[in-house]
């Protein structure tokens, strides 16, 4: 089995940062993509930010040059260093996880760490 852990939610004002942390433990063979998705009520998860166990970034349009993605690779640690936040960036941020075991891949969620944006 493999944990994720995420810290770093909370509640900051419009044009505020946050710093998200994802520690993966437990079975990991082999760590892949880790990412952050992000949840807000009425509305589908969607893709905030995904890196490669290369280091490939991808964002998504509405936080590109506002959010950085980085990872721990000795730590299995993902990181997501959200800038100018907006309200529209509130939400439940999820940290995903692929974990290959020979050649199976197997992704895994995070609890959810709620980020609120006032304006």
């Known amino acids: 089995q493999v944990q994720l852990v995420e810290s770093g939610g909370g509640l900051v004002q419009a044009g505020g940062s946050l710093r998200l942390s994802c520690a993966a433990s437990g079975s990991i063979f082999r760590l892949n993509a880790m990412g952050w998705y992000r949840q807000a009520p009425g509305k589908q998860r969607e893709l905030v930010a995904g890196i490669t166990s290369g280091g490939s970034i991808n964002y998504a349009d509405s936080v590109k040059g506002r959010f950085t993605i980085s990872r721990d690779n000795a730590k299995n640690t993902v990181f997501l260093q959200m800038n100018s936040l907006k309200p529209e960036d509130a939400a439940v941020y999820y940290c995903?996880?692929?974990?290959?075991?020979?050649?199976?891949?197997?992704?895994?969620w995070g609890q959810g760490t709620q980020v609120t944006v006032s304006s």
């Open positions: 995903k996880a692929e974990v290959q075991r020979g050649v199976v891949i197997y992704d895994y």
